[in-house]
């Protein structure tokens, strides 16, 4: 009875630790269940190169020809945009090794960049951000017809687009889904609060 019950305390402890923490690399996997506070000063450290989960997230988007993608690392630690690429269709773009900070936003811009903060890559060759109708996606390779590439994605207007369906298939879209807009919008973003997306039209 008592080598029973201490090989059931054994197996129960077991479980524990399991359901506790994962791997070290699930951990990487899946960077919002992951410890990422530094442990030296942020200057100090080797900037993460994402290669199985995003640590940037699409949370806005300016729209028309001087329009933008905004990238806003979500983590405590610096992040390197290196060997990433942000498309919208089959038009895509190699962004520059630009490392963005803990907490910072950096902006991919179709124009100039001409009064905007944060640019980290102008003239960037997705096409015209369309007000009405459009999509982009961020991949971590060129394989762009991998739904493992794929780390971000957002449609608005309408669906599908050329990417939707690798989207869905990636696990990070539905079908159906898009984020409203109008042919007047100059910005769509993400409402913190409610985690929906809304848009912003040009005042009259």
């Known amino acids: 009875m008592k080598k029973y019950l201490l090989s059931l305390t054994l197996i129960i402890l077991l479980l524990s630790i399991s359901a506790c923490g994962g791997s070290q690399a699930d951990q990487v996997a899946n960077p919002e269940s992951a410890s990422l506070t530094p442990t030296t000063d942020s200057a100090e450290i080797e900037p993460y190169m994402p290669t199985g989960g995003s640590f940037l997230a699409i949370y806005e988007i300016g729209l028309g020809p001087e329009g933008y993608v905004a990238l806003t690392n979500f983590t405590s630690v610096p992040v390197t945009t290196r060997g990433q690429y942000l498309c919208q269709g089959s038009d ?48 971590v390779s060129e394989n762009y017809d991998d739904p493992k590439a794929l780390l971000n994605y957002l449609q608005w207007g309408s669906t599908p687009h050329a990417l939707t369906k690798l989207a869905v298939d990636a696990g990070l879209w539905i079908e159906t889904g898009y984020a409203p807009t109008s042919p007047n919008a100059i910005r769509l973003y993400r409402d913190e609060k409610s985690g929906w997306w809304l848009f912003e039209e040009a005042k009259p």
């Open 92 to 139: 895509c773009f190699a962004l520059p090794d630009v490392v963005i900070d803990a907490g910072a936003t950096g902006k991919v811009t179709v124009g100039n960049g001409e009064g905007l903060e944060g640019v980290i890559a102008t003239k960037a060759t997705i096409g015209e951000l369309n007000p009405s109708d459009g999509e982009v996606a961020l991949f």
